[in-house]
């Protein structure tokens, strides 16, 4: 019996002799919404990394939607199809209009007609509240408006799960709500999800379960309420009241 659409176990990394990651396990069920919080170097992006093996791992093992990424023979492009990926910086292609940009990866990859892979682009533009946009060029979006295509991109590849790394980070201020008003309405639709963020509120009302990692480890899981309303550990506590407080972090 597996529900686990990712697993991973005993993952190491080290670039060089600087060891990123010292043996994580964690697992992400079909329909989940896991948050990865932590401080800056703690290695969050180089565990979201090592799961589409965009990082290949030291040692450990990776398992995404049954495929097990850490074998050696594994069909890696295959593989990746099921993995949605959302970063900071929104890579659209400046030459594609927004249509384009969700339906160039569909026809390629997937060898969808135009005709098909132009309706779940539409869809999919509808979800993340951008139809309107489907003629214009990524210059004529506001970032948020880029994030969201980003999103709509992804998800015209109907992954099995969607990563996440700081979707909103480099974002206004006031952009960053539509987008989490979209990933809150995926996760309500039972996507399941990976998503690195500092953004607290999010992970407390939509996650599942949260994971803080410092220095490379998990040092504390759980549901929100426990990691983020009640956290057990010291380095948790420090972290927390680092984000939630900035402008008195040193009282
Ligand atoms: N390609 C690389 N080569 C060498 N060192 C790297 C590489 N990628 C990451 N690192 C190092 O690994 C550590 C973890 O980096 P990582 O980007 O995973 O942290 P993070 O938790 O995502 O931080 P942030 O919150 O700032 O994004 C850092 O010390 C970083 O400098
Ligand atoms: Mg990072």
Known sequence: MTDAIVEISGLNKAFGRLEV??????????????????PSGSGKSTLLRCVNLLEEPNAGKVVVNGFEMTDPDVDIDR????????????????????????TV?????????KDEAESIARDNLEKVGLAEKAG?????????QQQRVAIARALSMQPAVM?????????DPELVGDVLAVMRNLAEEGMTMLVVTHEMQFAREVADKVLFMDGGVVVEEGPPSQVIGDP????????LRRVLNPVHADE
């Open 105 to 113: 990866a569909q026809r390629k990859v997937l060898k969808r007609d």
């Open 232 to 239: 057990q550990q010291e380095r948790t506590q420090t972290f």
């Open 136 to 144: 214009s060029m990524p210059d004529q979006l506001s970032g948020g």
């Open 163 to 171: 990563l996440f790394d700081e979707p909103t980070s480099a974002l």
């Open 79 to 102: 593989a990746r199809r099921t993995i949605g990926m959302v970063f900071q910086s929104f890579n659209l292609f400046g030459h594609l209009c927004v249509l384009d940009n969700l």
């Open 21 to 38: 990651l010292k043996g994580i396990d964690m697992t992400v069920r079909r329909g989940e919404v896991v948050c990865i919080i932590g």
